[in-house]
């Protein structure tokens, strides 16, 4: 690729859905929430570095977070994890990372990837985003990665794609869809004219911070800085700044917004990893349905199934007799809870997870 | 009591029913399995000091518990800690003890505990006590402890009581029997002349002594050695003698063939806390049936019943949706498992724990 393509990693959040097994203090993106020995965000830098190279991969997050980043992390230059203050969810991000990489390359164009999906098919991705690059590098405008919607799930949004770009695999957006009821997912599906929202989005950097100037004035102006990016004052200027700016996502401030928006259609086994079901229902299973971060050689189970079970490294297991559980052992809280009703654990999480320092 | 009475505690079982939370580097009574805040061994030992000072409580020992038993026992004399050489069961244990009282106190009184049990009843125990080692005192003999039978259970001995001892709660003992089937067992219960066998046994050193010289000859001429115990040479002399005799119970060894035995029927709310189901079934429950150590503003359980529910001390569980199950929870192995099941553990055990070095 370009030396003027960047990957930004958004590494913000709090992933609160995989509590007990995520926290405030390590949320999803920096557990190994597959099993496969490595956190979601190091399965995310592997994937950039397919990309461009590590001098030009950032990691924006909270403050809170840096040292984590740093450790699951240690090739990424130090410089290139930028620190977010406060949290202002993914829009002022946006603003943010892209007057700093702006300052560092004028012409840079931004590849923006949450740090805690899923994807399996690495190759057509990265042949999809070769293609995505070229077409923003020579028309502008923001083009978002749509994934192939296999069933109406009512977790994501939708974009509706709208006229094709003449010989490309690539649609004008209609428009962005929250996330709908059962029905209306059904609708979507069936119309064949909405792909999954991943939060995927490419575009230069000097187009999204027009975008924000236009759509998101307030934004724009509270963090613009004269020859602020990238000088020494940049930090003083940020924490100042950045707390007084509206929170809003990317998605609200500019994407539902603006004119000027493509989607690529693609298939690339994704998944935003957003509940525990959805990581059962995504992974391989045995004829016993058994869902697990544990080595075969460590577990002992029988007359079970529909299990996800997920322990701590080196955690050994013998269970028999339950069907259909979630079992999430962290070192400091033990999880057992019907697979089909884990939209209670929120609640259950709100009511005991303050009290027991664990949230 | 009398300043020639002591305490022998027994401790150097393995407690493998009690697996995954005992394991052979930390066998049953070291572990707190009621949940109270004190190892099953440490509860012994309290009770033993409601008995005699702690000079006179002696702990024997397998030779690789010995730190163990100091780490719980802090305040128990290190020599008043003897260690067995090799697992010999009780017979050759109680022949060393005595030779090593009776050096220390020629007309010791020995009253023999078991390290893993439970007695909720303990004043009725210390006042029972008292009045056996006065007959025991004048008489001679053996005096086993006979726990009033509550049902028929079959994993208990049993002392079929004989004549009474004139105005007194004591009688000959006429037989032991093994654990028997639950037909035998209710047969017992309902004959009204059978307790169970605690394995609490009272007698004098020389006595017991001269009953091994009958009985047991082996044991007692393989132990005996003139000028030896209390001396310098006796640990040498132990760690050369001990390994050779025949390993038996002391029921076996001395119990069943003794015509000098007598029996002292009590009810004191004893257990040998043998199985995770005995614990679950001795102790309090709500009415969800939940019997765990974990204290209640540290679970949060809904919608679930029947369970035992174990886990490493501070930790939290959130559960909902299981019934009738033990939840056994050390840091490196998680269980749950059917609590109507529970003899299958021991199988299981055998088939992983060696492989998982949590023999």
């Known amino acids: 690729m370009d030396k003027d393509t960047f990957v930004v990693i958004m590494a913000g959040g709090v992933g609160s859905r995989f509590w007990p097994a995520s926290r405030n203090s390590q949320p999803k993106q920096f557990l190994d929430i597959l099993g496969v020995g490595k956190s979601l965000i190091q399965m995310t830098y592997e994937r950039s570095l397919n990309i461009v190279p590590a001098s030009n991969i950032f990691v924006i997050t909270n403050a809170n977070y840096v040292d984590q980043v740093a450790e699951h992390l240690p090739e990424l230059p130090a410089e290139n994890i930028i620190s977010e203050p406060a949290r202002k969810n993914t829009g002022p991000c946006v603003a943010y990372i892209s007057f700093h990489i702006q300052a560092i390359c004028s012409n ?29 590098d020579a028309e502008g405008g923001i083009m978002t990665l749509g994934m192939q919607a296999h069933h109406a799930n009512t977790g994501y949004g939708y974009i509706q794609t709208g006229p ?15 996330k709908p009821d059962a029905q209306t997912a059904q609708e979507y599906i069936d119309s064949g004219d909405f792909v999954w929202n991943a939060g995927i989005f490419l575009f230069k950097a ?21 020859n602020i990016y990238g000088s020494p004052e940049e930090e003083a200027f940020i924490n100042e700044r950045y707390p007084q700016v509206t929170s809003i996502s990317i998605d609200y401030a500019i994407m539902e917004k603006s004119s000027n928006i493509y989607c690529m259609p693609m298939d690339i086994g994704w998944s935003d990893l957003g509940t525990w079901k959805s990581l059962f229902e995504l992974q391989a299973k045995d004829e016993d349905e058994i869902v697990t971060n544990v080595k075969p050689e460590n577990y002992y189970i029988e007359g079970a199934t529909g ?13 028999s007799g339950v069907d259909n559980l979630l079992i999430v052992d962290t070192n400091d809280v033990l999880m ?12 259950v999480k709100d009511e005991v997870a303050s009290n027991w320092n664990l949230e």
Chains 1, 2 share one sequence.
């Open 108 to 136: 840079a164009m931004i590849l923006l990837l949450p740090s805690d999906h899923m994807i399996s098919n690495e190759m057509v991705f990265v042949r999809s985003l070769a293609k995505a690059i070229q077409f923003i």
């Open 164 to 178: 094709q770009i003449e010989g490309k695999n690539i649609y004008k957006v209609a428009t962005f869809k929250e």
């Open 206 to 226: 000097g187009d999204i911070l027009h975008q924000f100037s236009v759509f998101a004035p307030e934004i724009y102006q509270t963090l613009y800085g004269e």
């Open 307 to 319: 299990l996800l079970l997920q322990l701590p490294k080196g955690k050994k297991a013998v269970i």
């Open 336 to 347: 057992i809870w019907p697979k089909d009703r884990e939209q209670e654990i929120k609640q």
